[in-house]
């Protein structure tokens, strides 16, 4: 779950509640100038995530 998005402000601002780190979700934040998520990664853990990293490593569409 995305917790916090990080882009062209350059602060980390609150993401709408429920928000998954799913790679159309990880486009369309791309899309909007956004360039770093911070997600839950466990019960009490979290980790910031680049968006373009993210996306390098999806399989490639045909």
Do not use: C
């Amino acid at each position: 779950m995305i917790l916090e998005i990080y882009g062209s402000s350059l602060s980390w601002i609150k993401a709408e509640p429920g928000i998954r780190l799913t790679p159309e979700n990880a486009q369309q934040l791309h899309h909007e100038g956004y360039t770093m998520v911070l997600v839950r990664d466990g019960l009490w853990k979290t980790r910031q995530v680049s968006l373009i990293r993210f996306m390098q490593r999806l399989p490639r569409q045909p």
